[in-house]
Protein backbone atom coordinates (compact mmCIF):
# COMPACT_ATOMS: atom_id res chain seq x y z
CA UNK A 1 0.00 0.00 0.00
CA UNK A 2 1.13 3.05 -0.86
CA UNK A 3 1.89 5.72 1.72
CA UNK A 4 2.49 9.55 1.46
CA UNK A 5 3.89 11.53 4.11
CA UNK A 6 4.00 15.58 4.04
CA UNK A 7 6.35 17.47 5.53
CA UNK A 8 7.88 21.29 6.00
CA UNK A 9 4.34 22.93 7.17
CA UNK A 10 4.39 25.65 9.50
CA UNK A 11 3.87 29.49 10.19
CA UNK A 12 5.84 32.05 8.44
CA UNK A 13 5.05 35.74 7.64
CA UNK A 14 4.49 37.19 4.33
CA UNK A 15 7.69 37.31 1.93
CA UNK A 16 9.02 34.32 3.53
CA UNK A 17 9.76 30.72 2.11
CA UNK A 18 9.15 27.14 3.54
CA UNK A 19 9.81 24.32 1.66
CA UNK A 20 7.51 21.15 1.67
CA UNK A 21 8.28 17.01 1.37
CA UNK A 22 6.38 14.50 0.63
CA UNK A 23 7.82 11.13 1.36
CA UNK A 24 6.33 7.62 -0.33
CA UNK A 25 6.84 4.29 1.14
CA UNK A 26 5.40 1.21 -0.53
CA UNK A 27 6.44 2.05 -3.98
CA UNK A 28 9.72 0.98 -4.11
CA UNK A 29 11.72 0.78 -7.71
CA UNK A 30 8.16 2.21 -9.45
CA UNK A 31 8.16 5.82 -7.55
CA UNK A 32 9.89 6.76 -10.64
CA UNK A 33 6.88 6.52 -12.58
CA UNK A 34 4.32 7.96 -10.77
CA UNK A 35 3.13 11.68 -11.67
CA UNK A 36 3.37 13.58 -8.21
CA UNK A 37 1.29 16.52 -7.35
CA UNK A 38 0.70 19.06 -4.49
CA UNK A 39 -2.80 20.27 -4.17
CA UNK A 40 -3.49 22.44 -1.30
CA UNK A 41 -7.19 23.14 0.51
CA UNK A 42 -8.14 26.81 2.35
CA UNK A 43 -10.97 27.08 4.77
CA UNK A 44 -14.09 27.06 2.97
CA UNK A 45 -12.70 26.70 -0.52
CA UNK A 46 -12.36 23.86 -2.83
CA UNK A 47 -9.19 21.74 -3.32
CA UNK A 48 -6.56 23.42 -5.97
CA UNK A 49 -3.73 22.02 -7.87
CA UNK A 50 -0.92 23.62 -7.26
CA UNK A 51 2.13 21.91 -9.07
CA UNK A 52 2.61 19.02 -10.74
CA UNK A 53 5.47 16.81 -12.08
CA UNK A 54 5.88 13.64 -14.23
CA UNK A 55 7.59 10.63 -13.71
CA UNK A 56 10.49 12.20 -16.27
CA UNK A 57 10.53 15.41 -14.14
CA UNK A 58 9.61 16.86 -17.47
CA UNK A 59 8.71 20.23 -17.35
CA UNK A 60 6.30 20.87 -14.37
CA UNK A 61 3.32 22.33 -14.40
CA UNK A 62 1.91 25.22 -11.77
CA UNK A 63 -1.31 26.83 -11.23
CA UNK A 64 -0.93 30.64 -12.33
CA UNK A 65 -1.39 31.64 -9.20
CA UNK A 66 2.33 30.55 -7.73
CA UNK A 67 3.92 30.67 -11.11
CA UNK A 68 7.58 32.06 -10.34
CA UNK A 69 7.35 31.62 -6.51
CA UNK A 70 7.05 28.23 -6.17
CA UNK A 71 9.39 24.96 -7.28
CA UNK A 72 8.57 21.45 -7.24
CA UNK A 73 11.11 19.11 -7.68
CA UNK A 74 11.23 15.09 -7.19
CA UNK A 75 14.31 12.92 -6.11
CA UNK A 76 12.99 9.25 -7.48
CA UNK A 77 16.30 7.49 -5.79
CA UNK A 78 14.81 8.91 -2.30
CA UNK A 79 11.30 8.62 -3.06
CA UNK A 80 10.82 12.02 -1.92
CA UNK A 81 8.85 14.97 -3.97
CA UNK A 82 9.75 18.97 -2.51
CA UNK A 83 7.62 22.13 -3.02
CA UNK A 84 9.53 25.40 -2.50
CA UNK A 85 7.86 27.85 -2.13
CA UNK A 86 8.98 31.60 -1.88
CA UNK A 87 7.77 35.18 -1.61
CA UNK A 88 4.56 33.16 0.21
CA UNK A 89 1.04 35.91 0.78
CA UNK A 90 -1.54 35.57 3.02
CA UNK A 91 -4.07 33.94 0.15
CA UNK A 92 -1.18 31.16 0.45
CA UNK A 93 -2.35 29.78 3.60
CA UNK A 94 -4.02 26.51 3.33
CA UNK A 95 -3.59 22.50 4.31
CA UNK A 96 -0.91 21.33 1.44
CA UNK A 97 -1.11 17.42 -0.29
CA UNK A 98 0.58 15.58 -1.78
CA UNK A 99 -0.77 13.26 -4.19
CA UNK A 100 0.78 10.52 -6.46
CA UNK A 101 -0.65 8.87 -9.54
CA UNK A 102 -0.17 6.07 -11.77
CA UNK A 103 -2.24 3.72 -14.19
CA UNK A 104 -5.59 6.00 -12.81
CA UNK A 105 -5.03 5.46 -9.26
CA UNK A 106 -4.32 8.26 -6.86
CA UNK A 107 -2.71 8.58 -3.32
CA UNK A 108 -3.07 10.95 -0.95
CA UNK A 109 -0.85 12.10 2.01
CA UNK A 110 -2.83 13.78 4.92
CA UNK A 111 -1.69 17.00 4.28
CA UNK A 112 0.36 19.63 6.42
CA UNK A 113 -0.82 23.31 7.12
CA UNK A 114 1.11 26.39 6.28
CA UNK A 115 -0.15 29.44 7.28
CA UNK A 116 1.16 32.75 6.29
CA UNK A 117 0.49 35.86 8.55
CA UNK A 118 2.42 38.61 10.44
Known amino acids: QVQLVESGGGLVQPGGSLRLSCAAS??????????MSWYRQAPGKERELVAS????????NYVDSVKGRFTISRDNAMHTVSLQMNSLKPEDTAVYLC?????????WGKGTLVTVSS
Open 99 to 107: KATLGGVSY
Open 26 to 35: GVSFMFSLYT
Open 53 to 60: ITRAGDTP
